[in-house]
């Protein structure tokens, strides 16, 4: 079973800091999603990607497969990018059900 | 843009008792999900479901729950009896094709909360 980690657990910036969130798994996958989760609890995907990088505005998604790593970045960080980031992987299962990782709390201060 | 949609936002009900939380998934999306977070937790997998059956579903889909498609829109999840530990954030998904290379678009969630 593929184990999903994700570092800083709690991450506080300043506005316009670039901020890296690192994920690590276990077992090799064939695509590994970001999503972002806001306080109300509502989860939005961000980026899936199974190789290189993907980029949509100040995001920024890398993956190295043989490391077993990803990163999100994010560039000129804004308030309004508070939120729980978790990284997820395809768990194996036929249908692609996800594994996550316990998130990441991140805290823009203005 | 189109959305999943889940119904109700919230759910109070007391032990012992039977819930249903509905998800209305995407239109032309033949695969869906069903996830839960407990408060302070991660999320967790429960169950898959395609062509109308399940697929796939974790160690917590024991014989209290239950999915069902009863239409071709609504996609359900039955919990038979709750038990205070059932308490948590229910999540719907859903994905045109296998969710190893498609994108999961998920609900709002449903927050059932047992008494």
């Known amino acids: 079973k593929n184990e999903v980690e994700q570092s800083p657990q709690n991450l506080t910036a300043q506005e316009g800091e670039f901020i890296t969130i690192n994920c690590s798994y276990s077992?090799?996958?064939?695509?590994l999603h970001w999503l972002q989760q806001h306080p109300g609890g509502g989860i939005v995907s961000l980026f899936m990607?199974?190789?290189g990088k993907k980029k949509h505005g100040r995001l920024i998604a890398t993956i190295n497969i043989q490391e077993k790593h990803s990163s999100l970045h994010i560039t000129a960080s804004h308030p309004r990018d508070s939120a729980v980031y978790i990284c997820?992987?395809?768990?194996?299962?036929?249908?692609?059900?996800?594994?996550f990782g316990k998130g990441t709390k991140l805290s823009v201060k203005p | 843009e189109p959305e999943v949609t889940q119904t109700p936002s919230h759910q109070v009900t007391q032990m012992g008792q039977e819930v249903i939380l509905r998800c209305v998934p995407i239109?032309?999306?033949?695969?869906f999900y069903w996830y839960r977070q407990i408060l302070g937790q991660k999320v967790e997998f429960l169950v898959s479901?395609?062509?109308?059956?399940?697929?796939?579903k974790s160690e917590i889909f024991d014989d209290q729950f239950s999915v069902e498609r009863p239409d071709g829109s609504n996609f359900t999840l039955k919990i038979r009896s709750t038990k205070l530990e059932d308490s948590a954030m229910y999540f719907c998904?859903?994905?045109?094709?296998?969710?190893?290379?498609?994108?999961?678009?998920f609900g709002p969630g449903t927050r059932l909360t047992v008494l």
């Open positions: 997820a992987v395809s768990g194996g299962g036929s249908q692609g059900n996800l594994i």
């Open positions: 998904a859903s994905s045109a094709d296998t969710g190893y290379y498609n994108e999961q678009f």
């Open positions: 990607l199974s190789s």
């Open positions: 077992v090799g996958i064939s695509a």
């Open positions: 479901f395609y062509n109308n059956e399940i697929s796939e």
């Open positions: 239109s032309n999306h033949l695969y």
